[in-house]
């Protein structure tokens, strides 16, 4: 089965731009979804698709692939941002599991 | 609204079996593929089954194959998870998801709110 690998934690300046990336071999067959998970809170997809934002998620919030790797970027980080984020894809195995990253924390200082 | 809320999680004995609930309201469940996943307490999202929008075509995690079940009433909007010989490590909050249903895209644009799982003697 595939793995998708993220970077345990990245911060960023209140209303600056920062990139969380999410790398594995699915990614070259699959898109990525993005989720954004608060403390005590389920997580709510961000990024789905191509790039996709669900209705009611703020435009600052996009994304991109390249080879096998899947990026959200936020631009212009709002205090609100922090969390943990998690990326998912279908699995590369040529069956319809499902494969999540480790998940980034996100600091917004 | 679209709305999904699960139930049935509790303190259970290792060994033991539990059955978990997801009631769906709001949007024509027929006709979205769900999902489990789980989260044990401070880790990371772990994705649990699939089930297809008519029922009839599951997948499992390969740590949970052969132990848990996915199975869907369609006529009732809602969505179970039998969980069978359950394990310390089968604690985690269970969450119901819709999955968006794109191709080459496996996204889950509606959560439930989770149901918490304890396996403990």
């Known amino acids: 089965s595939s793995e998708l690998a993220q970077d345990p934690a990245v911060s960023v300046a209140l209303g600056q731009t920062v990139r969380i990336t999410c790398q594995g071999d699915?990614?070259?067959?699959?898109?990525a979804s993005w989720y954004q998970q608060k403390p005590g809170q389920a997580p709510i997809l961000v990024i789905y698709?191509?790039?996709n934002r669900p209705s009611g998620i703020p435009d600052r919030f996009s994304g991109s692939t390249s080879g096998d790797t899947a990026s959200l970027t936020i631009t212009g980080a709002q205090a609100e941002d922090e969390a943990d984020y998690y990326c998912?894809?279908?699995?590369?195995?040529?069956?319809?599991?499902?494969?999540f990253g480790g998940g980034t924390k996100l600091t917004v200082l | 609204q679209e709305q999904l809320v699960e139930s049935g999680g509790g303190v259970v004995q290792p060994g033991r079996p539990l059955r978990l609930s997801c009631a769906a309201s709001?949007?024509?469940?027929?006709?979205?593929?769900m999902h489990w996943v789980r989260q044990a307490p401070g880790k990371g999202l772990e994705w649990v089954a699939l089930?297809?929008?008519?029922?009839?075509?599951?997948y499992y995690s390969n740590s949970m194959k052969g132990r848990f079940t996915i199975s869907r009433d369609n006529s009732k909007n809602t969505l179970f998870l039998q969980m069978n010989s359950l394990r310390d490590e089968d604690t985690a909050v269970y969450y119901c998801a819709r999955d968006v249903g794109l191709p080459q895209t496996t996204a889950f644009d509606l959560w439930g709110r989770g149901t918490l799982v304890i396996v403990s003697s």
């Open positions: 699915s990614l070259r067959s699959y898109y």
């Open positions: 998912n894809s279908r699995d590369n195995g040529g069956t319809s599991h499902v494969v």
């Open positions: 089930l297809s929008s008519d029922g009839f075509r599951n």
């Open positions: 709001g949007f024509t469940f027929s006709y979205y593929a």
């Open positions: 698709g191509k790039d």
